[in-house]
Structures are given as C-alpha cells and as structure tokens.
C-alpha cells in the first residue's frame, strides 16, 4: 500500500523533532557492539530526510548526542564522534541534490575539532539550500540550552541593555538554540520508549507525540508516514475546547 496517497498535503506538520532510540538494543539482538547500530543507523537517516521532502516536510530536527552521551565508555563516544564526521562528508552532496539545507544545535564547542570542522563546511555548503532544514541536536539538552538563554538574558540586563520587565516569552524564545525554526509540530520516538529525555522541553508545550516499537535502525519512510498519518488524525486544540465536529464524532 502506498502510503503517501493516505497523506493529506494540506496537513502536513510543518516541523518534525526525531528522538532516534534503540541503536544499542538493535545491535545487541544481533550480536554486535553498540556503534554497529548507530552505523546503520544513518540509513534511518537518510530514508527519514527522503521522506519528508517526498511529502513537503519543511523541519526535521534529529537528537543525535545528548550532553548525557558524554558520560558514555570513551570508545564509544570517541567512534560515535569518528561517525559523525564521516556521515557528514558522505551526506552533505546528497543533502545539497535533495535541496536539504543543514544546521545545528546544542553546545557545539564540546565536540572534538574535527567534527565542527566538517560540520561547519556542510553548513556552510548547504547554506542556500530551502526545501527542507535538517538540524541536528550534538552536545544538546533542553535544560542546558534553557540555562544558556538565561546566561544570554542576564548578560544583556547587566550590561543595562534591557531591563528585567522587559524580558518576555519573545526575548526568551529568541535566545534559545531553536531562535530560527518553529517549534515542533511533531515529536516522534523510536525504540518503545515513553520519555523526552531531556529534548526540547520549552519547544514542545503543545507538541504531539508519536511513540513506536520500531528501533531506529529499523526506522523507514513507511513509519514516517504512518506517523504523519497519525498526526493527521488528531485535532490540535491549543488549549481551547473540541470542535463540534470532534465532539459528534467521538459520541457515535
């Protein structure tokens, strides 16, 4: 069954935050280290990134290494790190093909030189491209990066730039690592898993989440879809009440 003849264009969430689990599990079900799910898990990648330009998904955001990842056995981070910066340079001239344009967020100044090397210069590559932005989440937690905004704010009251009755949600939004992308529209968490984990805690106030059994590596278009299908299913209410409609559906 084709699946995007299910999806509704006119529908579609605008951005799509990813919290990519179950690279490990996977892995250990076949007998192999760790770093041989996270390998295949760039497919998962690319399949996810495919699939939303396909349908007209304008934001993807991937949490692809936590501030918590740092405290990881060092051979793991380390190759973790060795497999970033070669994703990197593989991807980049498919992502520039896709019309892909790539940015990313968290405390980037942590990664090893080389990493923010590649980055930088795939950023930079991709810089023009508008089909679809790809961020990826290194060194990143949403305490961390709510923290760093208030560091930002504080700054800006000490060095009597702004008064404190002047900080407002705007101010705040604007100093977060996500100043320059809408907030998510949905979240969606491979692996079983029903948490956040620490990611885009402030983003998300009026996110809808989608969980699945599926481990990451195993993670295609087809779960995508079904995860916008989903979504599409759903009333998104902002706090106000159910629409008649909604309310007739539910009581027949």
């Known amino acids: 069954m084709d699946l995007k003849q299910h999806i509704d264009k006119e529908n579609l969430p605008q951005h799509v935050a990813l919290i990519m689990d179950g690279n490990g599990r996977w892995a250990k079900q076949r007998g192999q280290e760790r770093i041989f799910g996270h390998e295949q898990g760039i497919e998962a990648v690319r ?43 593989t991807e980049t001239p498919e992502l520039n093909e896709n019309g892909v344009k790539l940015q990313a967020i968290g405390d980037l100044e942590a990664l090893p030189a080389k990493c923010r090397e590649k980055l930088g210069e795939a950023m930079e590559l991709t810089a023009d491209n508008d089909k679809l932005t790809v961020t990826i989440a290194l060194s990143y937690s949403a305490r961390w990066e709510v923290v760093h905004a208030v560091q930002k704010i504080a700054q800006k009251v000490a060095e009597r730039h702004i008064l404190p009755d002047e900080i407002d949600e705007e101010m705040f939004v604007n100093a977060l690592e996500t100043a320059n992308t809408p907030d998510p529209d949905l979240l969606i968490r491979t692996s079983g898993e029903l948490r956040l984990s620490n990611f885009l805690l402030w983003q998300i106030a009026y996110t809808e989440l989608y969980f699945t059994p599926v481990y990451w590596p195993d993670f295609r278009k087809r779960h995508f879809f079904h995860a916008i299908i989903d979504y599409q299913r759903r009333e998104r209410r902002f706090g106000k009440i159910p629409t008649t409609e909604t309310l007739l559906s539910k009581n027949t």
């Open 47 to 89: 399949d996810t990134v495919k699939a939303a330009v396909e349908i007209g998904v304008k934001y993807l955001t991937f949490f692809a290494f936590s501030t918590e990842n740092w405290c990881r056995p060092h051979k793991e981070v380390e190759t973790l790190m060795d497999l970033l910066v070669q994703a990197i340079g």
